[in-house]
């Protein structure tokens, strides 16, 4: 017996509390999306169909309000031919078949969601939450009007509270002076913005905040949001941060959150050659490495094939950058900063000034950048150091 659209889209809107998911797959000429995937979802603000649409190795997320929702799945029934709904103890599956869909079932292993399992927990971890009153981020376009996430912003506001927790980890109990933190490569500055909107109106703590971008339209925009909001001690400047002249008293903590390439190198450095205490540093685009590398030991077979060559390029690139912090006497973490389909670039340095300064890793370093005729600007910029 074959079910239409309709049927289709009322029988799994009816049978939201027994679904563990659902797949579209085999897309019509013209969807936009291959394949999509679709949970049933509890948040703050009620049920909600979760929809993550995949496209290109990027994952795009939107939240269907329940109102909305038949709509939604009549449409996704006209333009994907194959539909399994992942229950309990089964799955159906409904295939195209002239104007409806025929449905097969088979028993499979998946557990019907609990409804903990079902609780969004983008909501429940965050520090910064759906729904909190921050109009800066309306201006940037990652919350709507009503403090909602904007669905395409997702993964940078999955980014930006991850970075916030980290520093939480850091400044939970702090209670000291007035502090100064510098951004490299700012962007359009959500980060930024967050990070003062946790020091000065989460924790209470006088933060002076200095962003700095090459771009001079985007920091013309963020300069004339933090005056809206009275965010008197945040401050924009339009810096090429491999060569300006930088603010250069009291530091407290260096930042960086995909900044280009060796952008982060200047940004490490600058820390680390004014003792900076703390530094939280996500790199991206890391490709010295990956164009100076040459042959020359046991490493390579990973210089074989273009795709591993860069992103072992872009691993070295990163633990060099850990050592010679080390070497700088900071207690270092390389962490996974958020899951790897919210950004390929996910791996946080996380450095806190504690130590005296050695040369424990310069040997071993030098002698893999000799051996593979690496260039790397952090270590050129350690080395040039060393010798005066
Ligand atoms: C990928 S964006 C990241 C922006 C922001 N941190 C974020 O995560 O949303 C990288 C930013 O670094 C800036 N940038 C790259 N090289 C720079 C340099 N030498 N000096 C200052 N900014 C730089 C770019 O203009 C760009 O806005």
Redesign the pocket.
Known sequence: MSISYCQLSEHIISSRDGIVKITFSSPVAGAEYPKITVRPVDIKSGQVWQAERFRENKVYHLNVKQDEAARYFESLAEEYRQIAVFLGGETETYSRSGSGFKCKKSGNSMKAPTAASKQNNRQKEYILKEGDNIPALVDLGVFTSDFRVVNSKYD?YK??NRFIELIDDAYNDYRGEDITIL??????????FIVYYYFVKVKGIRARIIG????AD?VENCNKIAEKYGYGDLEFVV??????VLYDRKIDMVI????????TD?ALWYAVSRGVKNIFS?P??QHEINHSIKRGGELDVFLKYGIVKERVSALLTDTMRAMILEDYGYAVDLLEFVDLSHSPKNIMIRAKKCKKISDKNLAAIEEMVNKYSIEQTLYRLAKEDRAH
């Open positions: 940078k980014q930006i951004d490299f490569g700012c962007g359009k500055s959500y980060l930024t700095y971008d090459l771009k985007v810096s090429d941060v491999t060569k300006d960086s959150l995909h900044a280009c390439d060796t952008a200047y996500v991206c685009c």
